[in-house]
């Protein structure tokens, strides 16, 4: 019987340290789970006190500010527990409190906002733009609003500089567009109408698109009655491209220079071929250009790559010469290229004595004879972004040979819009083709 009771009090007592043991153990983990707990809270309100954006937690009931930090009370002129006696109300202008109300609204059913367009009211009265992001979270048991303010009056300050300076460049923008629109109208009152070379051949097309609003490239054309020696007058038909150094204003410029000294060969009594007409305009763009150049300042060397042609109307024969630019003349499927000399016109005085050279040849009806400057040939496209190249140019006018002129400038649109893309044009584009008949 004693030998019962002692096996029975010694498992009690077994029994009771296990549980004591126990409890110590489940004490001990609450410690220390408090401790960390209490470590949390302390680094998460020294993140909170040290933070520069004000925070706010607020009763979403009434509105009282239940928590705040020291950014809170700097950034509107409170101490920490004056801010604690206040509402969110009370901090924002008395004519938003609709607005307020209905922001908090919000707030609780997004579950969080970002807005600009209440301000705080400072303890001195005035009104700070901030910038304020809140959301809902739980504080002290019970659903509240947190809200992080900034103060944004230097961004602010900033933007209204920066739409300053963007109106004003606007301004400066439309100005100078303006100027180019108007300076458009000049060059359109020297080129002549594309139009007008039909009233020199039955079947032609002029493809003529600048990059810019105003066009270093432009085309001439004229009707020449040219007195040859011992015979009777011959009728020549004379068209031109040209591509002058630049594009856009500057370009513009030179190219009516260059229209001006085109036209005026048709007349001049020493001219009598198409490189009489490059050597005379060669000679007359250095003396324009440079005629008040010092020591002081160096010589222009601005100026253009042509290709200029004068038909004989009854004979059908015709006469080249190119600075640069060739002519290519499409017959029953096959392409001549007559070859231009490889020097342009040039106001650099440091150009050697150089003279273009004429070139001729016998047309046939039906032929197709095309002028142009390199911009159609230089536009980057296709599939791997690359030049357009003037083998691809070449088999173009072989292709598209037999249709009408109409159609071919048609054809010719569409191969550079679809060649080019989505890309930047990045160079005046000038096409002529004429259809001998």
């Not at 103060?151 to 567009?177: A, V």
């Not at 005629?291 to 200029?308: F, I, Q, T, Y």
Request: aromatic share 8%.
């Amino acid at each position: 019987m004693l030998y019962v009771i002692v096996i029975i009090l010694s498992s009690f007592f077994i029994m009771s340290l296990i549980v004591a043991w126990g409890q110590y153990l489940k004490q001990k983990l609450l410690a220390n789970n408090l401790n960390l707990l209490e470590k949390d809270k302390n680094n998460y309100e020294s993140i909170i006190e040290q933070a520069n954006d004000a925070l706010f937690v607020i009763d979403i009931a009434n509105g009282s500010i239940l928590q705040c930090n020291p950014s809170a009370a700097d950034m509107l002129g409170y101490s920490k527990a004056e801010l604690l006696t206040r509402t969110l109300f009370d901090i924002q202008p008395a004519e938003l409190l609709n607005e307020s109300s209905a922001r908090v609204a919000d707030v609780w059913e997004k579950k969080g906002l970002i807005f600009t367009d209440i301000p705080f009211v400072t303890a001195t009265g005035d009104t700070l733009p901030v910038e304020c992001s809140a959301k809902v979270a739980p504080f002290a048991g019970r659903p509240a609003i947190v809200i992080y303010a900034r103060d944004i009056r230097e961004r602010l300050k900033m933007e209204n500089e920066i739409k300053e300076q963007s109106k004003i460049i606007e301004e400066k923008n439309k100005d100078i567009t303006d100027s180019i629109l108007y300076a458009k109208r000049i060059q359109g009152s020297v080129l002549q109408n594309k139009d007008g070379i039909l009233n020199l051949f039955t079947d032609a097309f002029i493809f003529f698109h600048p990059r810019d609003i105003v066009s270093g490239d432009f085309y001439w054309f004229d009707r020449v009655i040219a007195n040859q020696s011992g015979g009777n007058p011959t009728e020549l038909l004379c068209v031109a491209a040209a591509d002058c150094t630049g594009h856009g204003v500057p370009g513009a410029f030179m190219s009516i220079i260059g229209s001006n000294l085109l036209t005026q060969t048709s007349t001049h009594p020493k001219v009598n071929s198409p490189a009489d007409a490059l050597n005379f305009i060669n000679a007359e763009i250095k003396k324009i250009l440079n005629n008040k150049a010092s020591e002081h300042e160096p010589s222009l060397r601005d100026g253009m790559d042509v290709a200029l042609i004068a038909i004989e109307k009854q004979t059908k024969r015709l006469h080249f010469a190119g600075a640069n630019n060739p002519v290519f003349i499409v017959r029953n499927g096959e392409l001549t290229e007559l070859k231009a000399d490889k020097f342009p016109i040039t106001a650099s005085t440091e150009q050697q004595n150089t003279s273009f050279t004429d070139k001729s040849f016998d047309l046939q009806t039906r032929d197709c004879v095309y002028l142009f400057t390199d911009g159609y040939a230089d536009q980057f496209g296709g599939d791997k972004g690359k030049k357009f190249m003037y083998k691809r140019m070449k088999e173009l006018f072989i292709s598209i040979g037999s249709l009408s002129m109409k159609e071919q400038h048609k054809q010719i649109e569409t191969a550079f819009q679809a060649w080019k893309g989505h890309l930047e044009q990045v160079d005046d584009v000038l096409v002529i083709g004429i259809k001998i008949d």
